[in-house]
């Protein structure tokens, strides 16, 4: 016979039984997903190829692409700088040929036209024109939501909307592909946009698996897309993309903060004298206390220190040893 209560007492294990397998079984639900995610091919198909790639945590919870036009100065005129403050991304080569110089890292890269190279934020870098002119360059950015717009003296080309990131360390690759009139290049995406930027000639694209509406898009331009693209080439000339993509995560990472500026050092006041009960001893033949005319010991005499020599190593006050073991070294 049960006692009450009896059955509900027997029917919690079978319960706690349950829960605990639904809790396996969607654990490893998202560890095959992520396994996945991390051993997913190269976003890179046909004769496209990833041409730059770096890991890089978000700059904030929210995020947006950017794609800004900048001014590259000749050898003699260029200085290192901490670049991309507010994110990540690339550096594409759309001119005549730059020289890249890491100050940490101390790489030197040559990039001609249409080659790129990643940027880490607060990367210390120099950039340098390798002809005797300026020159063009484009950066293709992930930067904090409410920096998009700032650029400062350069021409900001287009931005995406602000979309969420999750926290993590992410692969982040720049694709790159030429090709000619009414040829498709397929550029597979996960699950973030996509930014695509012209090199040279005019596009078209259309995302979602190439079932999208159609936009085109000529050299210097940039857009956002979702999903899997396909690239038509509308040029007789050819044309040349490269396309920025935000791959798998692997992981911890955290929102990365903008490098603050450094402050110029203050100079350190030199520590104040600290008053010894010796420098109130009057030396032989001195005024009585009081007198105007008094006169304080001379550093070193009545067995005390020279203050400057000695700093004192505690507030108290030292004394004079005994006059017959009195000696310094």
Known sequence: MLKPGGFAHAAQPSIALIGAICAIMTFGTLVRAQDTDLTSPSPAEGHAQVVAQGMAAPAADRVAWRAVERTIPIRRDAVPSNRFADGAGFLVATGGPLFVTDQKTKVRLRLAKGEATFVPQGGNQTWASLSDKKTKAATLELVARDQVNEVESEKLIDHSRSFAMPQGDYDLDLVRDSIGRNEISEVANGEFPLYLFVIEGNLEV???????????????????????IAVRGRSDDGATFVAGIIGPTIGGGSVASSPAATAEPSPTAPPARRASSCSSRASPGAAPPGSASRRLAAPGSQGCPNPSRFPPLSARPCSAPPRSTRRWS
Do not use: H, Q, W, Y
């Open 206 to 228: 259309r995302d979602n698996g190439g079932k999208g509406e159609r936009v085109r898009l000529s050299a210097g331009e940039a857009a956002p897309f979702a999903g899997d």
